[in-house]
């Protein structure tokens, strides 16, 4: 059983700028297709950002060129890197991990932005 624990949202000013950290413990981290996720108030749960075993990523287009996901598999931890934040944004993000037709969530950290 892999557990992911989120870290790093709070509340930010639009513009602003803020590093999400997903920490997993147990499973073989390296051969895991990493992901963030949000869901807004209201809204379904949608894809953010995905990173494969071999650094490919994916983002959703609302986040392209804003949004940087990056990965460190001898922390087992991937990243958030989030810029350029806009109302819109405000979320709870979680992180997901995937292998095969397996997958693990966290509990989610919660992003505000807000003025």
């Known amino acids: 059983q892999v557990q992911l624990v989120e870290s790093g949202g709070g509340l930010v000013q639009p513009g602003g700028s803020l590093r999400l950290s997903c920490a997993a413990s147990?499973?073989?981290?390296?051969?895991?297709?990493m992901g963030w996720y949000r869901q807004a108030p209201g809204k379904q749960r949608e894809l953010v950002a995905t990173i494969t075993s071999g650094d490919n990523t994916n983002y959703a287009d609302s986040v392209k060129g804003r949004f940087t996901i990056s990965r460190d598999n001898a922390k087992n931890t991937v990243y958030l890197q989030m810029n350029s934040l806009k109302f819109e944004d405000t979320a709870v993000y979680f992180c997901?991990?995937?292998?095969?037709?397996?997958?693990?969530w966290g509990k989610g950290t919660l992003v505000t932005v807000s003025s």
């Open positions: 997901n991990a995937r292998v095969a037709i397996i997958s693990y």
């Open positions: 147990r499973g073989r981290f390296s051969n895991y297709v």
